[in-house]
């Protein structure tokens, strides 16, 4: 159990998450995972000040520590719980009304929080140790439908009916994935510290995708992304916060992006977007959306390389976006370069 108190910069973070979920879903003890995040932080730090910004994500993980919660910071304001109540809607909706009560009573500041949970899907699906990175993926895909549906609530399936595409559109995904892990070679799997494809299953998706596009006769762009902070962040503030970097683009590009693009990390600090049918004009406006949104929320900087044009083949797509990602790096750090 964890119970320091004033210890939440010591807060495991996803690495430890992962571990721990795996663990757990061999034992056959997991029972759900909550992710959730503080809304509007962003603004709360512009209004109330970075300190009161820090002594809410301080108060956070206390409350949660002294709670009993097994707890986790992933993201700078994401954080991950997880639950093991018989009655985990319940359990997650009073995270939900307790934590922000007792952040208005310490600080006099009012906050709200959104998250996703997930379930164990059941018996039937196994225990194969590869879905915990599942498990954090698809509880996080929640969390951003939670914050497009309006904020403050908590989203849960497979209790959760789909009302909306995007729940319905994860739902789908995830137990499509769960059935896949079963069957898949070992090297195509998710990355255990944002829950995205890893460049071996990420190259088959973009194999795909180009066929699909070449059946269309459409363009296809393919955006390469360099966390430019992540060594500076590491070197500075340890490895816990680089990773929570690294949480928190997976996080900013899941919402940025369309439910029918593909994401994918092939390094530890590259990410990937397969867009299609999309023009050079708006390829550029994605990438400085993503861009800016990164460097106001995750506080860090990324370069960009792009490949846009017709998918002539998945080698020369992602050679040329490489390419283009080289020149952005070598320029100047923070810049998009498309070929």
């Known amino acids: 159990m964890q119970n320091s108190k004033n210890q939440e910069q010591h807060l ?26 503080i809304d509007n932080f962003r603004k709360i730090n512009m209004e109330q000040g970075i300190a009161s910004g820090d002594k809410i994500i301080s108060l956070t993980g206390n409350k949660l520590l002294e709670s009993g919660y097994p707890t986790y910071r992933v993201g700078g ?17 009073k995270i939900k009304t307790e934590l922000p009560l007792f952040i208005h009573e310490k600080t006099g500041i009012k906050i ?25 993926a698809a509880a996080e895909q929640l969390l951003v439908a939670a914050k497009k549906q309006g904020r403050d609530k908590i989203l849960l399936f497979p209790v959760e009916p789909a009302r909306s595409l995007t729940i319905l559109n994860a739902m789908v995904k995830f137990y499509k994935e769960l059935a896949r892990i079963n069957t898949s070679p070992r090297n195509k799997e998710y990355i255990s ?14 194999d795909k995708s180009v066929e699909e596009a070449r059946e269309n006769n459409q363009p296809i762009a393919l955006l390469l992304l360099n ?42 600090k590259q990410f990937a977007i397969i867009v299609q049918n999309i023009d050079k004009k708006k390829v550029q406006k994605l990438a400085d959306r993503v861009r800016t949104a990164i460097l106001e929320r995750a506080k860090g900087e990324v370069s960009v390389g792009v490949y846009v044009g017709p998918p002539v ?27």
């Open 227 to 268: 966390a430019d902070s992540f060594d500076i962040i590491r070197d500075s503030k340890g490895e816990e916060a680089a990773y929570r970097y690294i949480v928190d683009i997976s996080r900013i590009l899941k919402d940025v992006i369309r439910s029918s693009d593909i994401t994918g990390q092939p390094e530890e």
């Open 77 to 93: 304001e994401e954080f991950a719980v997880t639950l093991n109540s018989e009655n985990i809607l319940h359990e997650a909706n």
């Open 193 to 206: 510290i944002t829950g995205l494809p890893n460049k071996y299953y990420f190259s088959e998706l973009l």
């Open 313 to 339: 083949n998945p080698n020369i797509v992602y050679k040329d976006a490489t390419s283009a990602l080289n020149e952005a790096i070598t320029g100047s750090e923070n810049r998009t370069v498309i070929y």
């Open 12 to 37: 495991p973070g996803i690495i430890q998450l992962n571990r721990d979920i795996k663990t757990s879903v061999e034992n056959k003890t997991f029972k759900s995972l909550l992710v959730f995040d």
């Open 112 to 136: 709200s929080i959104s998250g996703g949970c997930v379930q164990h899907p059941g018996k039937e699906f196994g225990n194969n140790s590869k879905m915990a990175n599942i498990l954090f």
